[in-house]
């Protein structure tokens, strides 16, 4: 070899690949607890949206509740005459209140899935009476649970029989 020959040597290549290896497991460390922040972020938005569904079943002195399908999207109606319709969502200019997690605010809650498409005592939907207590489409009281969770990482969402009161 000549001194004027330009290139790595073996020992070079290897500590760059040994950084690149630290940094890698650093990251993917690091990433995990993305999805606990992710199952929090969704409990407060489903939280905030039963409360508010719950605020206008008293206001109103209407059943308004929550339905979630079949593709983990839930929708914020009003029960008029055992139809529901869903309401117009107040922080998105007009349109219907339906939370897509995959898209909603950009994607930041990507992947969140509810434990069950069925986490209201067994049901897709649970609304609030008059007097902001739990009840199903009959308006027969509920004492319900709802769990969602992503990568492992679960919550749940309680809502107390009567009193409607939500805890997570």
Do not use: W
């Amino acid at each position: 070899m000549h001194k004027d020959e330009k290139g790595f040597t073996l020992i070079e290549l290897v500590i760059v690949i040994v950084v690149l290896g630290i940094i890698g497991v650093v990251v993917s460390l690091n990433l995990g607890g993305l999805s606990s922040i992710r199952v929090n972020n969704a409990v407060k938005k489903m939280v905030g949206d039963l409360r508010y569904a719950q605020q206008l079943a008293i206001a109103t002195q209407s059943r308004h509740g929550l339905t979630i399908d079949s593709l983990q999207v839930y929708s914020v109606h009003k029960d008029t005459g055992g139809v529901d319709t869903d309401i117009k969502d107040p922080t998105n200019l007009g349109n219907d209140f339906i939370v897509n997690f995959d898209t909603y605010q950009q994607g930041q809650l990507t992947s969140v899935r509810f434990s069950s498409t069925t986490p209201f005592c067994g049901g897709s939907v649970i609304e609030f009476n008059s007097i902001g207590a739990p009840t199903d489409t009959n308006g027969t009281l509920l004492a319900c649970t709802s769990s969602i969770g992503f990568s492992g990482s679960t919550s749940t969402i309680l809502i107390e029989p009567n009193t409607g009161k939500l805890t997570y």
